[in-house]
């Protein structure tokens, strides 16, 4: 049975209670909790599962989380990994050092130190390359000869001093073989050429580089800070950033041995701690996205990590690397859409196997006084944080009716909190200097919205206007009806009317859908299509095979359609056009069809409902229009006040139907008809006026089949033997 609804079934203002406040800056009062808090207050098993995934320091227990980008998910990701990273008892903040491993030349030597022993690893050395350079020369008497016992004696002394200021076991192997470093440089210089040369030969940078330090990464910040976990965010991934690199081979640092160019990468910077990534950003690097997600796996597989020369990978092969590799301990926090997690699960799909924790960011949230409350304590805590204007009670209403909008659910809201945001901009600047934003200040920011958005929705409506694109909304017409179609360009979304038209004759062919004979329609479309031919056969299989041509098409349609809601409107066209039963222009029409004649809910449907009624409204409203929607489409009304204030004047109407034939017989205003046991339809109905015409249809081709057949017969016995 049809629905024609009431304003309260197509919008949620009447279910909003009224707040208890009458501006937002009361709850600041009112309630301690934070931004942060009030985000989790709405994504609470998300914050289970990933404070759960956080705490798990099991190697290779990585975290992925999943969620609608401007849900909030990086914001309250980040924010939970600092807390769990407060609940550490004992800190894992590394130095990270390099140092000329004297074992294989030009190679590094990779060491991790205690916080802050790395500074002071490089500041102790610097100041021994000094001393070092200031006492050589007065080791060397006017001959040339070095004076090695003088050297030995200095040097001992100042290792000793160094090994005491810097008691660290891991810094002996290094301390160990200065000194023989030292006088064997200082017996080959002799040997070699001392004499020639003279003192300034003893100053050479290439030897005395070997005794400074790289200090690739300096905790100290995060300890100052009292971090006990280093947490990186790393928003611009390549294999430089990632993994480290070497400086280029030019100007000055061409002159360093290499491993001074090493420079770390955030996997270093996050060692022992967090990575946050995002994989939007490793898959759409065009040169370098599979290349990185592989050397990242190899990474949570293997635990460690090369620095290599990039701008020279190719050139180097496998085996170019010469520092070795660095054993790291990360947990990688991989945030991502639900498409690319799918997309890269199925061309990698053992990437994936490295994260066991999956957090599930809800897209939306039940309508609840609960879930309200914490949406209005987060508005009350964003204008606080940004120095925004406050809301009114009524503001915070409409902003949620905006979120409603957003999910197309009057049962649940969006929490897509960065559309939010964007809105509650755009009523500060509306309100301008107002002490407070209110609720037709929030409607003001909406509505010019809906104008910025509107180009080319008015294009298309001038068209109707001006009779170039045939849309009739008034009167009645045998075999055409309005469909709605849905339409998005970027940030504009709406719906337009099109004229779908019928013709019926007698045949064999069945439904001829024109679109797709010229390839202009896609396989949703399609499909919908062959449902409505085989529903249209079951309702007269008293009658099977039909004797019936009928051709449908959407009128003046040159982009190609796609998508199965239209199928009711062309049903509805075809019986129309094989009972002559004329339509009621002013009613619009979506929803699918499936095989049981049931209505099935479409997608934009607030849109194509309120395009439809700015066309009617354009064109003159009568009280006679309105939209044919599924009944199952009716939780999903979040619409516009003007097309609520129509409705509520008698102006529009919103219908529900369940089944197509309720559909036909109010565009009619015929009853539908039941069909009986044997398959047939009584009385005066529509379906019995359409199996009337499909018998009638039948007769014909009979007797045009009995006439040829008459014909040839004449033609064979008038052929000479």
Not at 114 to 137: D, H, N, W, Y
Not at 312 to 326: D, E, M
Not at 577 to 585: H, N, R
Request: proline share 3%; with cysteine; aromatic share 8%.
């Amino acid at each position: 049975m049809i629905q024609v609804l009431t304003p309260d079934e197509m919008t949620v203002a009447h279910k909003l209670a009224p707040m208890t406040f009458e501006s937002t800056a009361e709850l600041l009062d009112a309630s301690a909790l934070s931004l942060t808090d009030y985000g989790w207050k709405l994504q609470p098993e998300a914050q289970k599962t990933l404070m759960m995934g956080l705490s798990i320091q099991h190697t290779g227990c990585n975290v992925l989380v999943l969620g609608t980008p401007g849900s909030g998910r990086a914001g309250l990701t980040v924010a939970a990994m600092r807390a769990a990273a407060e609940q550490v008892i004992d800190t894992t903040l590394t130095d990270l050092v390099a140092l000329y491993d004297f074992s294989q030349q030009s190679c590094a030597n990779y060491i991790k130190l205690p916080v802050g022993l790395g500074a002071q690893l490089r500041t102790v050395m610097e100041g021994f390359i000094k001393s070092l350079i200031a006492e050589m020369p007065h080791w060397v008497d006017s001959s040339g000869q070095v004076n090695l016992s003088q050297a030995e004696v200095w040097c001992e002394a100042r290792v000793d001093a160094m090994r005491s200021q810097l008691s660290s076991a891991k810094l002996s192997p290094f301390f160990n073989v200065i000194k023989p470093e030292m006088l064997g440089f200082l017996q080959a210089w002799q040997q070699v050429g001392g004499e020639g040369e003279g003192v300034e030969g003893l100053i050479n940078e290439s030897f005395l580089s070997r005794f400074r330090v790289n200090l690739l990464v300096d905790q100290r910040a995060n300890l100052t800070q009292g971090h006990k976990q280093p947490i990186v965010e790393e928003n611009d991934p390549g294999f430089a950033a990632l993994f480290g690199m070497f400086d280029s081979a030019a100007g000055e640092s061409a002159q360093l041995p290499e491993f001074l160019r090493l420079r770390a990468g955030s996997v270093h910077q996050a060692d022992g701690g967090m990575l946050l990534l995002h994989l939007r950003d490793l898959m759409q690097d065009e040169s370098n996205g599979t290349a990185l997600l592989e050397k990242l796996y190899r990474l949570m597989r293997n635990r460690e990590v090369q620095i290599e020369d990039w701008a020279n990978h190719a050139q180097q092969g496998a085996g170019g690397n010469r520092h070795g590799s660095l054993p790291v301990h990360v947990k990688i926090v991989m945030i991502a859409s639900r498409e690319d997690y799918y997309d890269c699960l199925e061309a990698q799909p053992d990437f994936f196997e490295f994260f066991p924790i999956k957090v599930e960011f809800e897209d939306r949230v039940t309508a609840s006084l609960d879930n309200y409350a914490w949406m209005a304590g987060y508005i009350a805590r964003k204008c606080q944080q940004q120095e925004m204007t406050h809301f009114s009670a009524q503001a915070v209403n409409v902003l949620l009716q905006f979120m409603h909008r957003l999910e197309e659910d009057q049962g649940r809201f969006s929490t897509r909190f960065s559309h939010l945001d964007q809105l509650m901009h755009e009523c500060v600047s509306v309100a301008a200097s107002a002490l407070l934003v209110t609720d037709d200040h929030v409607r003001q920011a909406l509505s010019a919205r809906l104008l910025r958005q509107q180009f080319f929705e008015t294009q298309i409506r001038d068209s109707i206007i001006d009779n170039e694109l045939l849309i009739q909304v008034h009167g009645s017409v045998v075999g055409q009806v309005n469909g709605l179609t849905h339409i998005e360009l970027g940030d504009a979304s709406f719906g337009s009317p099109i004229r779908i038209t019928a013709r019926c004759y007698p045949g064999r062919s069945g439904v001829i859908n024109i679109d797709r004979e010229v390839n202009m329609s896609g396989p949703n479309h399609d499909k919908g299509i062959y449902i409505l031919q085989n529903w249209l056969s079951a309702s007269f299989w008293a009658l099977a095979p039909l004797s019936l041509s009928a051709s449908l098409v959407f009128e003046q349609e040159y982009n190609g359609v796609e998508g199965d809601s239209a199928s009711c409107a062309e049903l509805f066209a075809l019986l129309s056009a094989l009972t002559d039963l004329p339509i009621k222009q002013g009613i619009a029409v979506t929803g699918a069809l499936n095989q049981f004649g049931e209505v099935m809910p479409i997608g934009g449907v607030n849109e194509k409902i309120e395009g439809y009624f700015r066309v009617c409204q354009a064109l003159g409203l009568n009280g006679e229009q309105g939209v044919i929607i599924p009944k199952r489409n009716q939780r999903h009304l979040v619409l516009d006040d003007s097309v609520v204030q129509a409705v509520n004047n008698g102006m529009f109407r919103i219908i529900a139907i369940d089944h197509v034939l309720e559909g036909i017989a109010h565009l009619t205003d015929i009853e539908a008809g039941v069909q009986s046991v044997d398959g047939t339809y009584q009385g005066d109905s529509l379906m019995a006026r359409a199996q009337t015409v499909l018998a009638s249809y039948r007769h014909t081709l009979e007797r045009n089949q009995a006439r040829m057949a008459y014909i040839q017969q004449q033609a064979d016995a008038s052929k000479p033997f």
